[in-house]
């Protein structure tokens, strides 16, 4: 089995029905797309090696006007493996987070912009929480009797942990950082080689 995740954001968003690989791009990205994003470089070579491997079957739909209309239909395969994959302990992923890299190093500039960026990233993390907030009420409001709605809002509140996290994260480090006396914070020339 392949080890790219992608595949299997594509083979869950194909059990909503067939679709056509810009409706899968849109579908993922309004759905899982907050903690979970594909473009359309990954989507069609996907699309190919999953029919290829018959996890899913592509029909052609002729538009008038329009070019042809790929439309791409999960197989009992796929959803075998799809649930197989379902089944597995998640992998724990380490990220690539700009403000603690720029914070690591910090010392390397005037304090002015390191608490800049702090009240940058905690702008964009109330943001966050606020549409976070929005899409719950939207899917509480418009899928009350779905059943997939519990399982949607777990994702969406786990992203409202993380950032009500983050939001005190960043608080506690506007204090630390306000409470640097010029002394602790002198810049240092870099050391050259």
């Given at each position: 089995?392949?080890?790219?995740?992608s595949?299997?954001?594509?083979?869950?968003?194909?059990t909503?029905?067939p679709?056509s690989?810009y409706?899968?791009?849109?579908?993922i990205?309004?759905s899982v797309?907050?903690?979970?994003?594909e473009?359309?470089?990954?989507?069609?070579p996907?699309?190919?090696?999953l029919?290829a491997?018959?996890?899913?079957?592509?029909?052609?739909?002729a538009?008038?006007?329009?070019?042809?209309?790929?439309?791409?239909?999960?197989?009992?395969?796929?959803?075998?493996?799809l649930?197989?994959?379902?089944?597995?302990?998640?992998?724990?992923?380490t990220?690539?987070?700009?403000?603690?890299?720029k914070?690591?190093?910090g010392?390397q500039?005037?304090?002015?912009y390191?608490l800049?960026?702090?009240?940058?990233?905690q702008?964009?993390?109330?943001?966050?929480?606020?549409?976070y907030?929005v899409?719950?009420?939207e899917l509480?409001?418009?899928?009350?009797?779905d059943?997939?709605?519990?399982y949607w809002?777990?994702t969406?509140?786990?992203?409202?942990?993380?950032?009500?996290a983050?939001?005190?994260?960043?608080?506690?480090t506007?204090?630390?950082?306000?409470?640097l006396t010029?002394?602790?914070?002198?810049?240092?020339?870099?050391?050259l080689?």
């Amino acid at each position: 089995m392949k080890n790219n995740k992608s595949r299997y954001a594509i083979l869950g968003a194909l059990t909503w029905g067939p679709q056509s690989g810009y409706d899968i791009r849109k579908n993922i990205e309004t759905s899982v797309g907050n903690f979970w994003s594909e473009g359309y470089g990954q989507i069609y070579p996907l699309l190919k090696e999953l029919v290829a491997e018959a996890l899913v079957t592509r029909a052609v739909e002729a538009q008038e006007g329009k070019p042809d209309r790929h439309v791409y239909t999960l197989t009992k395969s796929g959803l075998d493996q799809l649930r197989q994959w379902l089944q597995e302990p998640a992998e724990m992923q380490t990220g690539r987070i700009e403000i603690l890299l720029k914070l690591f190093f910090g010392r390397q500039i005037a304090m002015t912009y390191n608490l800049e960026q702090v009240r940058h990233f905690q702008n964009s993390q109330r943001f966050l929480l606020d549409k976070y907030e929005v899409i719950e009420r939207e899917l509480q409001a418009s899928h009350p009797t779905d059943p997939n709605l519990p399982y949607w809002l777990i994702t969406l509140r786990y992203g409202k942990h993380i950032t009500r996290a983050l939001l005190l994260w960043a608080e506690e480090t506007s204090i630390e950082l306000d409470a640097l006396t010029d002394e602790t914070h002198r810049l240092i020339p870099a050391q050259l080689l």
